[in-house]
């Protein structure tokens, strides 16, 4: 049972956003910066991704978890472990053991990150207007599932070698997002399990030593 309304959930953006303005524009142009930084083939880009990745993370365990869902959802205090536990994985694997590498390239796999970062910054926005939630009272990026589908995008578009508890937590906010989807009308939230799934089938494809790590569509 959803302890919290429709109108709850949609009021929970409308108090977060409000309150961070105009934070939403800093928050869109580190993710900007992180689109950017995986085009370059320089080593400290890949760390700068990383650590973006992290702090978007933290972030949204610290402010919107605690500080704003946990108002009306007890289980939002175990969302923001979780999201915490996220941003750490992303320091200590991108940012202090360099095991990570992001950089786009024009393959398939590429195209397919591209078009949920696509999504996750500018599609999921205009899919929720055109169901009628209207910005303040909307999600958009920097909250948890439009940023869930931009960490699937980068991952599967720019990462090489991810491994795959990366993944382990942005997989299960993508099964709590079928369940928002459905149960609360938020079906812009479709994509996030869509993202999930498309993560799931192209990385194993192909991995040789499924499943702790992945590889690129090139088998580097």
Same mark, same amino acid.
């Given at each position: 049972?959803?302890?919290?309304?429709?109108?709850?959930?949609?009021?929970?953006?409308?108090?977060?956003?409000?309150?961070?303005?105009?934070g939403?524009?800093?928050?869109?142009?580190?993710?900007?910066?992180?689109?950017?930084?995986a085009?370059?083939?320089?080593?400290?880009?890949t760390?700068?991704?990383?650590?973006?990745?992290?702090?978007?993370?933290?972030?949204?365990?610290?402010?919107?978890?605690?500080?704003?869902?946990?108002?009306?959802?007890?289980?939002?205090?175990?969302?923001?472990?979780?999201?915490?536990?996220?941003?750490?994985?992303?320091?200590?694997?991108?940012?202090?053991?360099s095991?990570?590498?992001?950089?786009?390239?024009?393959?398939?796999?590429?195209? $397919?990150? *591209?078009i949920?970062? !696509?999504? =996750? #910054?500018?599609? %999921?926005?205009?899919? @929720? +207007?055109?169901?009628?939630?209207?910005?303040?009272?909307?999600?958009?990026?920097?909250?948890?599932?439009?940023?869930?589908?931009?960490?699937?995008?980068?991952?599967?578009?720019?990462?090489?070698?991810?491994?795959?508890?990366?993944?382990?937590?942005?997989?299960?906010?993508? $099964?709590? *997002?079928?369940?928002? !989807?459905? =149960? #609360?009308?938020m %079906?812009?939230?479709? @994509? +996030?399990?869509?993202?999930?799934?498309?993560?799931?089938?192209?990385?194993?494809?192909?991995?040789?030593?499924?499943?702790?790590?992945?590889?690129?569509?090139?088998?580097?």
């Open positions: 049972m959803i302890p919290f309304t429709n109108a709850d959930f949609l009021r929970v953006f409308e108090q977060y956003n409000i309150a961070i303005w105009p939403h524009v800093l928050i869109y142009l580190v993710g900007l910066i992180a689109i950017g930084l085009f370059t083939r320089r080593t400290m880009s760390k700068l991704i990383s650590l973006i990745l992290a702090l978007l993370w933290m972030w949204m365990g610290i402010v919107y978890h605690l500080v704003f869902f946990s108002t009306i959802n007890n289980a939002a205090r175990l969302f923001a472990v979780l999201f915490i536990i996220q941003a750490m994985i992303f320091v200590f694997a991108g940012v202090l053991n095991s990570l590498s992001f950089r786009f390239r024009p393959d398939a796999q590429g195209l $397919l990150g *591209g949920l970062i !696509a999504y =996750s #910054l500018i599609v %999921y926005p205009m899919v @929720g +207007l055109a169901l009628g939630h209207r910005y303040p009272a909307a999600p958009i990026f920097g909250v948890p599932c439009p940023t869930t589908i931009f960490t699937f995008g980068l991952l599967l578009g720019a990462g090489v070698n991810i491994r795959f508890y990366l993944l382990i937590i942005p997989l299960l906010w993508s $099964l709590i *997002g079928l369940w928002a !989807a459905i =149960s #609360l009308g %079906y812009e939230d479709l @994509g +996030l399990v869509i993202s999930g799934l498309i993560a799931v089938w192209r990385y194993p494809a192909r991995s040789h030593i499924w499943p702790w790590s992945y590889s690129s569509l090139d088998g580097s």
